[in-house]
């Protein structure tokens, strides 16, 4: 199970950060990510992470601005986000995989079979 927080409303400008906790099987996947989905568009990829050896992939509308970490320990993981702009508004969501998918598909829904339940991202 994934379960996402810290979704909600910031300015143009600001910071928000987002937690994804797994619990269960998603608890200890290959590779984890973010995702987001405005109104009326498809779900696009902004980040992921291998989690055996940490390496980052971002979408180049983030690229900067936007932070993936995670705490073993506590089987969560995080999205820091700077520098918030207004076409960052969506519902944002967590994505495991048991797999490890290629670089070149890293980014896409396809590749990932758990998800969480969204939180959804305001910027103003």
């Known amino acids: 199970q994934l379960v996402e927080s810290g979704g909600g409303t910031a300015q143009a400008r600001g910071s928000l950060r987002l937690s994804c906790a797994a619990s269960g099987y998603t608890a200890n996947m290959n590779c984890m990510a973010w995702f987001r989905q405005a109104p009326g568009m498809e779900r696009v990829g902004v980040v992921a992470?291998?989690?055996?050896?940490?390496?980052?992939y971002y979408d180049d509308s983030v690229k900067g601005r936007f932070t993936i970490s995670q705490d073993k320990t506590e089987s969560a993981f995080y999205l820091q986000m700077d520098s918030l702009k207004l076409e960052d508004t969506a519902m944002y969501y967590c994505?495991?995989?048991?797999?490890?998918?290629?670089?070149?598909?890293?980014?896409?829904?396809?590749?990932?079979?758990?998800w969480g339940q969204g939180t959804q991202v305001t910027v103003s």
């Open positions: 992470m291998y989690t055996s050896d940490q390496r980052t």
């Open positions: 994505a495991a995989s048991r797999q490890r998918p290629y670089r070149a598909t890293i980014l896409r829904p396809g590749d990932y079979a758990y």
